[in-house]
């Protein structure tokens, strides 16, 4: 049965849905309570200036509120703007250089620059933009987003000390399939996972100019493009017959093959990380329940399984000098950070209730995404690599976390490989 | 039913569905079935659990009134808040399976018997949804029923993109699997 198949069997399926009469009078006098009680919230002084203060910012489908309360509002919003834009400048007239560049973060759609170090944040686009998919250029001048929506998803680009937003690949109609995003080594070129005409497949946009090709060729099912450090080829996860493979490419088409060997039916989730010399491409395959830790030759296409059958591992990134491992490992409450050497030996954890983020361009630095039970806390932030100074840049709103899971960083690029 | 409810009332059809309690029965009668139909197509026909949910879902919406602008029909602000409170009820089955360190395993009729018609075969597709762990069907419902990118799904799962895409293709591969075994025949 092909997915278009499956799609349609489950889409085929209705049910009666006659409603029990009790439940719909049980329904109804239930709520009729909080109907009440919401009636006398609203028509209480509060409430009433809550309505104003909306229909003051003119939401549409309301007619506006007198024109006192009105200018009394708009009065009140540009003193805290004016607060708030000199509490920024400020802040941005303290940051210091740093190694690492900025941190460019989407949070609740809104793309930020964030200073690891003094912990600066600069609005990097007007508010009402919702970026996603984001990523940097690993030399730290140009910020990637997508915006999604509509009859097609748009890809920008945007300078990362200020400047009007520009769009790359217009020309073409496609759909960002959310996969992380991925730089050439020398900041020209990112390359994308789209689809185009009905098929998953990697994208090269010349940052500079928009222009973008396909690298794929056009009946093949590709995922989660990784470029090299060379720049010379790019790493992908392949989907035929139902399997998921890990290949390369030459960023000119050529010289595609499966690096990846037997992995004796895991299915590959897609490679994470290369490592510095080229020779390596580390990467998770699970299936079931089990999923391990791999590396590929990319000389002798083959795979190494670094971790042990008994850990759970997903999402790797190498340290930029290639002699560690970062991943995550399941645990009771989500999963647990760890590193290792690079060939998997002395894994030991260094943070519960951690996810990765990937490392910072000069090692020193782990990004983790930290998600302790207590919502209150967590947030991203950098760890080291021996599991001290844990530090949090962006504190996750606590109505965000559910558990594990937390739905307001939509995407975040530090200008190094990502899992 | 319009977003305005006259060309002298500028008050949205929920202003108008709060004011007094008769407009909000009436309201309530006309848009409950629309948000338990969607509902119970996503719960793979559990009508307790489509209920529920709907009433949750009609509780938030009163608490979440002031979010509510007008510019579309109320029913489909409804079905959104719905969406949430589906995603939050399959995270939370994802969260017990994860740490009763089981699946979610029903009770299957494997009868030998010939079924070759839609009722028949409808009834597998729900026993094989619900037979996924809740992550599965979460995505399969979000990205097959309600169309939604898998982005969009992401969001609602609480997963990055990459995991949720992952998933997708585990949860298609699980389903191909189970139907094999419960499809009509």
Redesign the interface.
Known sequence: MTDEQLDVLIRSVDYDDALDPAFVAASAARLLGHVRRARAQDASSLGRLGRDLRQALGVPGRTMASPAVRGVSLLALLILGLVAGLLIAGALHRATPFGNGPLVVSVGGTLEAIDPVSGAVRRLLPRGERAEGVSRSPDGTVATFWTLGGSRDHLFAVDVDGGERRELAAGLSMTWDPSIDTWSPDSRSLATEVTLDGTARILIVDVATGAARAVTPPGMVAHNPLWSPDGGSIAFTPELGGRRGLSTIRTDGTDLHDVAGDLQGLSVAGPDTWSPDGQWIYFSADKDTESHAFRASVKTRSSEQLTQDGLRTYAMASSPDGSRIAFIAAADYGFDLWVAASDGTGAHRILAAGGLGGWSSDGQLILVKWKPPDDTLGGLGTIRPDGTDLRILVPFDPSCRRGWDESCVLGFGWGQARP | MT??TSVED?R?ELEVA??D?RA??AW??LT??RV??YL??RCA?D?SLA?EL??QT??AA??Q??RF???SEAVTWLCGIARHKLA?HF?ALE?DER?HRRMVLREIDVSSEARPDPIE??DA??RT?RSLPASQRAV?IFV??DDL????A?????????A???LL??A?????RA?TDEAPR
Do not use: C
């Open positions: 977003a305005r500028d949205n709060l004011a309690d909000f029965e309530h009668r409950l079935p338990y139909g119970l197509r026909g009508a209920e709907t009433q009609f509780i009163i608490d009134r002031a602008d007008g510019r939050d995270r969260r740490r075969e409808r597709v729900a949804l399969l097959v029923l990118p898998v982005a969009e992401a969001r609602l799962l609480g997963k990055s993109p990459k949720t895409e992952s293709f585990r298609r591969e699980r389903f191909r139907y």
